[in-house]
């Protein structure tokens, strides 16, 4: 069984800078990309960033040069540092991991639950 786990959501002031962990837990063999997503209220959900497993990172438009993504492999763990946060930022995000569990060979995607983040004075 392979969990992810993200926290770190909440009330943000405008110009706030939370950072949102992922953690993954169960028999995980290895994490391979890990995307971060959002999405916001009668929207669809967009990509936000990722990040390969050797910290090679990309991310929208809309997020450059205010979001960092980084990984820790050790702890199973994806960071979202957000920063300079504006309204239009209020979604829930969520991290989406290609992982291989023991013994399956292949990689297969998993979704956290999503933590919420809004944006608001």
Do not use: H
């Amino acid at each position: 069984q392979v969990q992810l786990v993200e926290s770190g959501g909440g009330l943000v002031q405008p110009g706030g800078s939370p950072r949102l962990p992922c953690v993954a837990s169960g028999s995980i063999f290895s994490i391979s990309v890990i995307v971060w997503y959002r999405q916001a209220p009668v929207k669809e959900r967009e990509l936000v960033a990722t990040i390969t497993y050797v910290g090679s990172s990309n991310y929208a438009d809309s997020v450059k040069g205010r979001f960092t993504t980084s990984r820790d492999n050790a702890k199973k763990t994806v960071y979202l540092q957000m920063n300079s946060l504006k309204p239009e930022d209020t979604a829930v995000y969520y991290c989406n991991a290609d992982i291989m569990v023991f013994s399956s060979g292949r990689y297969t995607g998993y979704w956290g639950q999503g933590t919420q983040v809004t944006v608001s004075s």
